[in-house]
């Protein structure tokens, strides 16, 4: 069973940074396609970035410029720098993989942005 395992949300003021870390199990980031996500009180879930193949990466236009998503292969891990950072930044932020076999998402971790 694949598990995903979130951290690195926290409060922060405007014009701020964080990296979001998604630790996964049993190889999962180097056979999978890692996508984070997130959602604010109220709205759906939307994509904020992935990387579907290679080092290739996709963005939400709200994020692109001020997100970073990359993966360390020897770590198993996917990380989300997050620059710049806006109130309308606030939500929570879930890491998500998919492989041939599965889709699995983590528990999410809060991110807070204080204007």
């Known amino acids: 069973q694949v598990q995903l395992m979130e951290s690195g949300g926290g409060l922060v003021q405007a014009g701020g940074s964080l990296r979001l870390s998604c630790a996964a199990s049993?190889?999962?980031?180097?056979?999978?396609?890692m996508s984070w996500y997130r959602q604010a009180p109220g709205k759906q879930r939307e994509l904020v970035a992935a990387?579907?193949?290679?080092?290739?990466?996709v963005y939400a236009d709200s994020v692109r410029g001020r997100f970073t998503i990359s993966v360390d292969d020897a770590k198993d891990t996917v990380y989300l720098q997050m620059n710049s950072l806006k109130p309308e930044d606030t939500a929570v932020y879930y890491c998500?993989?998919?492989?041939?076999?599965?889709?699995?998402w983590g528990q999410g971790t809060q991110v807070t942005v204080s204007s």
């Open positions: 998500n993989a998919v492989t041939a076999y599965s889709v699995v």
């Open positions: 990387m579907p193949g290679g080092n290739s990466a």
């Open positions: 049993r190889s999962t980031v180097r056979n999978a396609v």
